[in-house]
C-alpha cells in the first residue's frame, strides 16, 4: 500500500488552464503539506495542514489554492497557469509539526506548462 | 540566512569505493538534520534523522555523522543500487516547527559496476 498518493503523475497543459493535483496518505498523519522541486532539485515548501487547518502559507502566487477536505486529503488546485510553474510537486505527509518529525513524501507530480 | 549547502554536486565512484557526502548548514538553534534519498522520477525517501553534535546512525552501507556546522553520509563499499541523488534537509526553529525546514539541493551519486 503507498502510504503517500498522488495523481496524476504527469500532466501537460497549456498556459491559463486551471488544474488540480490530488493527495491522498493512509498513514494516520494530522499534517500534510506541498513541497515544489524546481529544475537545480530544490525542495521548497508552499502549504502545510495540521488536522485540515492552514499552518503554512509560503510566499506563493495566490493562483496557488490547497483544499483539505479532511486529515487524509491535501489537493492543489492551480488557476491561471503560468510556464514558470513547470515543475514537480511532491504531497507530503508527517505526525503533527513537531521538531524532527519526519515526513514522507508522495512519489510527485511532474506539471509541464506549454 | 539559514542555509544548507551539499557537496559535490555529483560523485563517481567505482563499486566498493567508500566515500562520504557533505551537509554544510547554518542555521540558529537546529532542531534536526534529515537525509534523503531521491531515486530518478521518486519521491524522497527517508533515511535518518539526527538531532545532536556527535549523533550517528546507519543503515546498511550508509552512516550518518552530525557535527556544530555540517553532516556526513558515509557510504561503504557501495553497490550500483545506491546510486541515487541523496538529500539533506535542517529544521530550525520557526512560528511552527513544520515551516523551517530547508533542503540542500543533494548529491548525485553514480556507482558503476
Known amino acids: 500500500d503507498t502510504a503517500v498518493s498522488q495523481t496524476p503523475k504527469y500532466l501537460v497543459t497549456q498556459m491559463g488552464n486551471d488544474k488540480s493535483i490530488k493527495c491522498e496518505q493512509n498513514l494516520g498523519h494530522d499534517t500534510m503539506y506541498w513541497y515544489k522541486q524546481d529544475s537545480k532539485k530544490f525542495l521548497k515548501i508552499m502549504f502545510s495542514y495540521n488536522n485540515k487547518e492552514l499552518i503554512i502559507n509560503e510566499t506563493v502566487p495566490n493562483r496557488f489554492s490547497p483544499k483539505s477536505p479532511d486529515k487524509a486529503h491535501l489537493n492543489l488546485h492551480i488557476n491561471s497557469l503560468e510556464l514558470g510553474d513547470s515543475a514537480v510537486y511532491f504531497c507530503a505527509s508527517s505526525q503533527g509539526v513537531l521538531s524532527g518529525n519526519t515526513i514522507y513524501f508522495g512519489e510527485g507530480s511532474w506539471l509541464t506548462v506549454v | 540566512e539559514d542555509q544548507v549547502t551539499q557537496s559535490p554536486e555529483a560523485l563517481r565512484l567505482q563499486e566498493g569505493e567508500s566515500s562520504s557526502l557533505n551537509c554544510s548548514y547554518t542555521v540558529s538553534g537546529l532542531r534536526g538534520l534529515f537525509w534523503y534519498r531521491q531515486d530518478p522520477g521518486k519521491g524522497p525517501e527517508f533515511l535518518f534523522t539526527?538531532?545532536?553534535a556527535g549523533e550517528e546512525k546507519e543503515k546498511e552501507r550508509l552512516k550518518a555523522t552530525l557535527t556544530k556546522k555540517e553532516s556526513f553520509l558515509h557510504i561503504t563499499a557501495p553497490k550500483p543500487e545506491d546510486s541515487a541523488t541523496y538529500l539533506c534537509?535542517?529544521?530550525?526553529?520557526?512560528?511552527?516547527?513544520?515551516?523551517?525546514?530547508?533542503f540542500g539541493s543533494g548529491t548525485r551519486l553514480s556507482i558503476r559496476p
Open positions: 539526527l538531532y545532536s
Open positions: 534537509a535542517v529544521q530550525a526553529p520557526g512560528y511552527s516547527s513544520a515551516s523551517k525546514i530547508i
